[in-house]
């Protein structure tokens, strides 16, 4: 499936024309400490995140930001989170991203899951089997 690699950015290519990153339940992560705070609120309310790793200029990332949006709609349950690797270029070092999409699931703070590259199908699937472990699943 389609992923992406890191990319010089001053190759001066402006692709943010009309694709919403963001929307839903998906809530973008600008800091560390927003980073922390989302996390530190997900474990107070027995929330799972999946937290995806994206690029404005990735098109895999791109083709699969409404899905994620729609997900984020439809299991309340669940936090969303999104993060620019070239927003928070030293935050996603530090999680190790080779290529975009990236998601990671998260219980208390600690990964549970990792899916890489924008298959719909396995996203699907890896959320369906965090709902199930929670006992929540809904359609």
Not at 49 to 75: D, Q
Not at 80 to 106: C, G, H, N, R
């Amino acid at each position: 499936m389609g992923h992406c690699f890191s990319r010089d950015k001053s190759d001066g290519a402006d692709l943010d024309e009309a694709v919403e990153f963001v929307g839903g339940n998906v809530h973008r992560v600008t800091s560390k400490e927003d980073w922390d705070q989302k996390l530190s609120e997900a474990k107070r309310d027995g929330k799972i995140v999946i937290a995806n790793f994206s690029a404005t200029w990735c098109g895999p990332c791109r083709m699969l930001a409404p899905f994620y949006c729609e997900l984020s709609e439809k299991h309340s349950s669940l936090m969303f989170l999104l993060i620019d690797v070239d927003e928070l270029t030293d935050f996603s070092t530090s999680w190790d991203i080779k290529a975009t999409p990236t998601f990671f699931f998260l219980k208390d703070g600690q990964q549970i899951d990792k899916l890489v590259g924008a298959n719909k199908p396995e996203l699907q699937k890896k959320i369906t089997a965090v709902l199930d472990s929670m006992g929540s699943y809904r359609n």
